[in-house]
C-alpha cells in the first residue's frame, strides 16, 4: 500500500493508471476510519475488481466546516487509519496537507469554489451555511486528483451524496456515483467519527435517532400523516433522552429533496440531533 501525500504526485499516477486503462475505485474519507468506512471500500474494489485500484484520501476539509464547529478537535489517528486501510486490500491512502489542497496561499487568497445552488438549500445547507460549498470543492478537487472511475459515498450523509451525485451530472465528471447502506452499532445508532466525542450516558441516549427513525416508520406503515403532525409526534418523543435537542427533522421526496406535507411509505426522513454538545445526523426510507 502507498501512502501519498502530494497532489501531484497523487495526479501523476492517476494520469498513468488511466493511460494503462486502469479503473481507480475512490473513497474519499476524513479519517478516523469505522466499519462503515471500510464497508466503502469493499464496494469500491467490488466495482474495480482486481485489476483496479482502490484509493482512499484522508483530509479533513476545513472548508467545510463552520467558524464555531469541530474542525480542531476532529478525531484523527492515520496510524490506525493506515492499519486498517492495509488490511482492507487499499492501494493507495492519499493524505494530504492543507497547503496542497488548498495551494498553500494565505488565509484569504484560495477562491474558486463549487456551489450546488438547489438540493443545498435545505436541512444541512440550513444549519451549517458554508458546509456543502466547502464538500462540493473538496470532492472536485479529489476528482480532479485521484480521476476515479467508481466513488463511493455513505448513506448515512445523504443530503450531501444527492448533491454530489447532481454535481457529477451538472459538471459533466466522468466519475460513477456509488451510495453505500449507513453500517449501524448493535443498538442502532449509526456508525459516525463523532460517536467518539459521547460520553457513556449521551451514547446511550444517541440512539434515539435512530428510534425516532423507527418510530416514524411504525406510523406512516398504519397511515399517512401529516408532516407538521409527525414533527410535533418527534419533537416529543424527544423529551425522553433529556441530552438529545432536535436540530431538524424533516421529510422529503428521496430523489428531489423536495419536502412533502403528507409523509407515507417511500418518503424518506432525515434529522439532525445534538447529543451533549456533538451533532449527529442519520436518515431512512419510510
Ligand atoms: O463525508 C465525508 O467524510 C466528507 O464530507 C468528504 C466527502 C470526505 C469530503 O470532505
Avoid at 49 to 69: C, D, H, L, M, W
Avoid at 95 to 114: C, H, R, V
Avoid at 228 to 235: E, T
Amino acid at each position: 500500500m502507498r501512502i501519498i501525500s502530494s497532489a501531484v504526485g497523487m495526479q501523476k499516477l492517476a494520469r498513468f493508471w488511466q493511460r494503462q486503462g486502469v479503473r481507480v475505485g475512490f473513497v474519499p474519507t476524513m479519517g478516523y476510519l469505522h466499519a462503515g468506512h471500510l464497508s466503502l471500500v469493499r464496494a469500491a474494489r467490488k466495482h474495480v475488481g482486481k485489476s483496479g485500484r482502490v484509493v482512499v484520501s484522508i483530509y479533513v476539509n476545513p472548508t467545510q466546516f463552520g467558524p464555531a464547529e469541530d474542525l480542531a478537535s476532529y478525531p484523527r489517528d492515520l496510524k490506525r487509519d493506515l492499519q486498517l486501510c492495509r488490511a482492507a486490500g487499499v492501494d493507495v491512502v492519499f493524505t494530504p496537507g492543507d497547503a496542497e489542497m488548498y495551494l498553500g496561499k494565505a488565509e484569504g487568497n484560495y477562491s474558486t469554489y463549487i456551489i450546488e445552488e438547489k438540493l443545498s438549500q435545505s436541512m444541512e445547507g440550513v444549519t451549517r451555511p458554508a458546509h456543502f460549498r466547502g464538500v462540493t470543492t473538496v470532492v472536485a478537487k479529489l476528482f480532479h486528483l485521484v480521476l476515479p472511475a467508481v466513488a463511493v459515498f455513505g448513506q448515512k450523509d445523504f443530503q450531501q451524496a444527492a448533491i454530489i451525485r447532481r454535481m457529477v451530472a451538472d459538471l459533466n465528471f466522468p466519475v460513477k456515483i456509488i451510495v453505500a447502506p449507513t453500517l449501524r452499532e448493535g443498538d442502532g445508532l449509526a456508525m459516525s467519527s463523532r460517536n467518539k466525542y459521547l460520553d457513556a450516558e449521551q451514547r446511550s441516549q444517541a440512539v434515539i435517532l435512530f428510534h425516532a427513525l423507527q418510530a416514524a416508520k411504525a406510523a406512516v406503515a398504519r397511515q399517512s400523516i401529516s408532516a407538521a403532525r409527525l414533527k410535533s409526534d418527534l419533537k416529543e418523543f424527544f423529551t425522553a433522552a433529556p441530552q438529545a435537542r432536535l436540530d431538524y427533522v424533516e421529510f422529503f421526496d428521496p430523489e428531489t429533496l423536495e419536502p412533502v406535507a403528507e409523509v407515507k411509505p417511500g418518503t424518506q426522513m432525515a434529522l439532525a440531533v445534538f447529543v451533549g454538545k456533538t451533532r449527529l445526523i442519520d436518515n431512512g426510507r419510510l
